[in-house]
Nanobody, 125 residues
Framework: VQLQASGGGLVQPGGSLRLSCAYS???????????IAWFRQAPGKGREGVSC????????FVRDSVEGRFTISSDDAKNTVYLQMNSLKTEDTGVYYC????????????????WGQGTQVTVSS
């Protein structure tokens, strides 16, 4: 199982970024890998779930604090899940990780089976 997160960077408040998570080595029909979730970890804080997408039925979950600003989507042909982040705020700063788990979406890191490396997102003027 491999997940490769990319797309992070430095952006001003109000700006946008699109993160990508390219995955391989598993089938979403395997219940242990039925979902892809994005997590983030701010300096000095724990890892928190941001958004989750089910690869089997397309159900989407978005954390309240990013609702209306972040959008999760997938391109099944490319085995890639995206996180479009708009209207970024300084509090969105952190390392963003994608992870796979299942069979249902969860914001609990312990319920994710595999993780990609993180990509740094810094929102600063």
């Amino acid at each position: 199982v491999q997940l490769q997160a990319s797309g992070g960077g430095l952006v001003q408040p109000g700006g946008s970024l699109r993160l990508s998570c390219a995955y391989s080595g598993f089938s979403p029909h395997n219940s242990a890998n039925a979902v892809i979730a994005w997590f983030r970890q701010a300096p000095g804080k724990g890892r928190e779930g941001v958004s989750c997408l089910s690869l089997t039925d397309g159900k989407i979950f978005v954390r309240d604090s990013v609702e209306g600003r972040f959008t999760i989507s997938s391109d099944d042909a490319k085995n890639t899940v995206y996180l479009q982040m708009n209207s970024l705020k300084t509090e969105d700063t952190g390392v963003y990780y994608c992870a796979t788990g299942g069979p249902w979406c969860s914001y609990w890191p312990d319920q994710m089976a595999s993780w990609g490396q993180g990509t740094q997102v810094t929102v600063s003027s």
